[in-house]
């Protein structure tokens, strides 16, 4: 499955970048329904999935209506990622209820974010490139393929994306998505399209290559795939609002037509509705009220719609704010 997602594409692929608290089930099936080709679940524990935690398997689930999704774990412990791995590709962690199977089990190697850093997950798996490689071949032992999501260095003094990915691949990774920036960086400036182009070289051509950064619509796409010569594109932030992007890459900006107004409004009143029914009113209202301003920024009365929702208590508000 994961070779027909890179083969059959008639431009490239494009794929949608794990997010915490915002790739769950309702947006990636937008973003599937948009032309999204694969995505990939937010960040998961594989210690707390091992510990068999509840909330850990909601996280995992994959409903119905989903374009293929690869589940994405942390962590730095070969066998626990193993264990964690092997659960997930054998179904049989409780709750964790898949309508199709995941296409690959992804490790994050890349997540910038302090509580992760400091437990020696994400992006400070880049200062050990062995452990990554180990971590790897722990995965590998569920029969799914691996994928690993890196950075370009922790720091712009060990830019050693090239060092990983090889030691990835030589483990057994089947892809390799670069982040191209520094932890350091974290999302700004520009991402650094020399990085992702030398990882691509450096890696065998069984081995896909996925840029990541700063793709916002299929003009800066194109550009990434034709400068570095990557296998696809990852989209994170841009896609928070604009889910319309996939639809635009995948038309290769041929005949795209962009989002009324009330489309935006529309589409953004049925997410935060499907998340409603599936997390509870109470929890989907507070959980969409910042998800909702993606979808309505730039907007005509925009300032005076995202106040209103920061205060919305119930679904019914929610839908009168954005007059639907």
Same mark, same amino acid.
């Not at 059959?8 to 915002?22: D, E, Q, S, T």
């Not at 990554?132 to 029969?143: F, I, N, P, Q, S």
């Not at 409004?265 to 009113?281: Q, S, W």
């Given at each position: 499955m994961l070779d027909n997602i890179f083969t059959?594409?008639?431009?490239?692929?494009?794929?949608?970048?794990?997010?915490? *608290?915002?790739t769950d089930a309702p947006f990636r099936r937008l973003c599937s329904r948009l032309g999204c080709d694969m995505s990939v679940s937010e960040m998961i524990s594989a210690k707390a999935m091992v510990y068999r935690d509840k909330k850990t398997a909601a996280l995992a689930k994959i409903y119905e209506g989903e374009a293929p999704v690869s589940i994405q774990l942390f962590g730095h412990e070969p066998d626990v990622m193993a264990e964690a791995a092997c659960m997930v590709a054998e179904g049989s962690f409780e709750g964790c209820d898949f309508a199709r199977p995941p296409v690959a089990i992804d490790i994050n190697m890349g997540c910038p974010v302090k509580k992760i850093v400091s437990s020696g997950d *994400?992006?400070? /798996?880049?200062?050990?490139?062995?452990l990554? @490689?180990?971590?790897?071949?722990?995965?590998?032992?569920?029969?799914?393929? &691996?994928? &690993?999501k890196i950075?370009?260095?922790?720091?712009?003094?060990?830019?050693?994306? &090239?060092?990983v990915a090889r030691?990835?691949?030589?483990? @057994? +990774?089947?892809? #390799?998505?670069?982040?191209?920036?520094?932890?350091e960086q974290m999302y700004a400036p520009g991402v650094d399209l020399d990085i992702i182009a030398a990882v691509r070289d450096a890696l065998p051509?069984?081995?896909? #290559?996925?840029?990541?950064?700063? #793709?916002?619509?299929?003009?800066?796409?194109?550009?990434m795939v034709s400068y570095t010569g990557c296998? *696809?594109?990852? &989209?994170?932030?841009?896609? /928070?609002?604009?889910?319309w992007l996939f639809a635009e890459i995948a038309s290769g900006g041929v005949g795209y037509e962009p989002p009324s107004h009330e489309e935006r /409004?529309?589409? +953004?009143?049925?997410?935060?509705?499907?998340?409603?029914?599936?997390? @509870?009113?109470f929890a989907g209202v507070r959980e969409s009220r910042g998800r909702a301003a993606h979808f309505i920024k730039g907007l005509r009365g925009a300032a005076e719609m995202r106040a209103a929702l920061n205060s919305a208590e119930t679904l019914a508000e929610v839908m009168d704010i954005l007059k639907i």
């Open positions: 059959n594409n008639k431009i490239f692929p494009a794929f949608l970048a794990p997010m915490a *608290g915002f *994400g992006s400070a /798996l880049m200062k050990t490139p062995e990554c @490689g180990r971590l790897v071949e722990g995965a590998k032992k569920c029969g799914l393929p &691996v994928t &690993v950075r370009a260095g922790f720091t712009a003094q060990s830019k050693n994306a &090239v060092e030691i990835c691949a030589d483990a @057994g +990774a089947a892809a #390799v998505c670069v982040h191209g920036r520094t932890r051509d069984s081995v896909y #290559v996925i840029g990541n950064g700063d #793709v916002r619509d299929f003009e800066s796409a194109r550009h296998n *696809g594109v990852m &989209v994170g932030r841009a896609a /928070l609002g604009d889910p /409004l529309r589409t +953004a009143a049925e997410l935060i509705a499907e998340i409603c029914r599936e997390k @509870g009113e």
